[in-house]
Every structure is written in C-alpha cells, then in structure tokens.
C-alpha cells in the first residue's frame, strides 16, 4: 500500500490509542456510568497518563456517588460530562452496595480524596507536577501545605481559588486556564464539587494541556483541616454519610435524607426492570426452542 500523510496521521493515532491500558469494565446506575476499578489499577492508570503527557488527551477522572447519581437523572448535562469521562471510580460505599445487588460487584470503594493522596505519593516518587484547583477559600494552600510535609519531594505547582459564579464569567474561566497553562501541570486536582468540577473538566478537557484530570469534591477542605473526615471505623461500617450530615446538618440533610431515598428507588427500579427483561429473554429463548424441535420433528417426517 502506498503511503500517504492521510495513512501516516491514522497510524500516529493508532499508536497513540495503543499507548493506554486497558480501561476497566463499566457498569451503569440510571445514566451514570461506574467503573469497576482498584484503587491500585486507577493509580496505574492515572500514573501512565502523566508519564505521556502531551502525546494523549489528558484522562479524566469523577467519581460517582450516590449524589451524583441523583443529580445525573435530573441534569443531563452532568449526565452527559459523567458519561463523557475517562474513568468514574466507585466513590461512595452506595455504588459498591448497588453494584452487587445488580450482579457486578465491586470489592471496595475507592473515593477521589484517597486517590488524590495516592497520586501525591506517585507524583513525589516520579517527580509529576500537581496543582490544585477550587476547594473553600485558603484550602488549596493549607492543603498545598500539608500535602508537601506528608509527601517529601511532592512538588505543587500552584493553586488557585476562583470567585464564586466562575463558571458564568468568561474573564475569570480564562484567567483560570492561564493559571494552569504557566503552571505547567502534569496532573490537575479540581474541587469544586459537583456538578461544576464535572462540567468544567469536560469543557476544558482539551484546552488544559495537562496529563491527567481529577474531580476530588471536598478533598483539599478535609486535607486542610476546613472540614472533619470521618473515622477509618466509621468508614469501614459504611456509616461515613451520617458522620457527615451530623457534622454539617444544614448543608447535607437534603443530599442524605431525600437524595439516599431517591438513590434506593432509582437502584431497586432498575434492578427489577433488568430481572424482568432476564426472564422475558429466557421464555423467549425456551419458546423459540420449542417451536425448533416441533418444527424440526415435522421436517424428518
């Protein structure tokens, strides 16, 4: 075959898709998408994304909980920047429960504030550039902070808070990219919660020319000492919402209370609806199999 630029611009593109792993096999709650995913094979992941910075996409990562989940059936531009990411690890110990009540279980949770951590421990072991972006008002530097006397050698590049209603103010969305850009990134923290830290990667995603992408939600304010974190025991009883309603009642008692109940209805739906369609399939199967054999005893005679 002769060689073209046209052929040489498709083998470069291949090559470049062959560069990544294998992505982690997905499940889906409502229209949000769940990666059945480690927390060892997301650092893997994210680790080789950094390594190739500049020659693939940056990888976006979110991380799906219960919350979001909700959110996404009500907004389906969130829905749409969830379905759009590269990976969507099992933050919340509700998609975990949801996934093995629906048949493909997850072993573990693995939340974006722990694999924020654990990037900083690889970006100091590799030497990957981290800057911090949103979180409350000062977190992003007390957590800068902390996060450089945890890890020796982790080097933070910037950080920056944006003004409230950023996302609808062009001069503030471009300083922000500017920020970034002279920084010089390899992977980029956003915490802005959600919806807006899903949205913003997705619509910026090949504008920020940085490895790796990753919506951490309330990470920096936890790492700064804003907010409290609940206990490794109460994590491990999966009992970390309550903590967290009883800390902030005003703020959280609608995401709980009424989005956990919501969470539930849209599980229990979905996982009647797909035992119904099992069934139907398999009395089709046997009805189809039926009228082969009575077909096939009336061809032999």
């Known amino acids: 075959m002769e060689l073209t630029e046209e052929t040489i611009t498709v083998d470069s593109e291949k090559d470049k898709e062959a560069m990544r792993l294998p992505l982690p096999p997905r499940f889906v709650v409502g229209k949000t998408p769940i990666d059945r995913i480690s927390m060892d094979y997301a650092v893997v992941l994210i680790v080789q994304a950094l390594q190739h910075r500049g020659e693939l996409p940056p990888l976006t990562v979110v991380a799906p909980n219960a919350y979001s989940v909700t959110m996404a059936e009500r907004d ?44 900083c421990a690889e970006a100091a072991h590799y ?15 007390l957590a800068a902070h902390n996060l450089r006397e945890q890890y020796p050698g982790l080097q933070i590049c910037g950080t920056y808070w944006p003004p409230q209603g950023f996302e609808s103010d062009p001069a503030e969305l471009g300083r922000m990219r500017r920020e970034i850009a002279e920084a010089a990134p390899d992977l980029l923290c956003v915490a802005f919660g959600a919806p807006k830290q899903e949205i913003w990667m997705q619509e910026n995603r090949a504008q920020v020319k940085v490895g790796a992408m990753l919506g951490v939600g309330a990470a920096f304010d936890t790492q700064a000492g804003l907010r409290r974190r609940a206990p490794s025991w109460v994590q491990a009883i999966a009992l970390e919402w309550l903590f967290r309603l009883l800390m902030e009642p005003r703020r959280l008692w609608r995401r709980y209370l009424i989005g956990n109940t919501q969470f539930i209805g849209l599980v229990l739906r979905q996982w009647v609806r797909e035992r119904f369609d099992g069934l139907t399939r398999r009395i089709r199967k046997l009805g189809a199999a039926k009228n082969g054999e009575i077909v096939g005893q009336g061809t032999e005679r």
């Open 76 to 119: 389906s531009r969130f829905a749409e920047a969830m379905q759009d990411a590269d990976l969507a690890i099992p933050d919340g110990v509700s998609v975990v429960m949801a996934s093995r009540l629906l048949g493909v279980p997850i072993p573990k949770r693995v939340t974006g504030g722990d694999l924020m951590e654990r990037m």
């Open 127 to 141: 030497g990957f550039r981290v800057f911090l972006l949103g979180g409350l008002p000062g977190a992003a530097v």
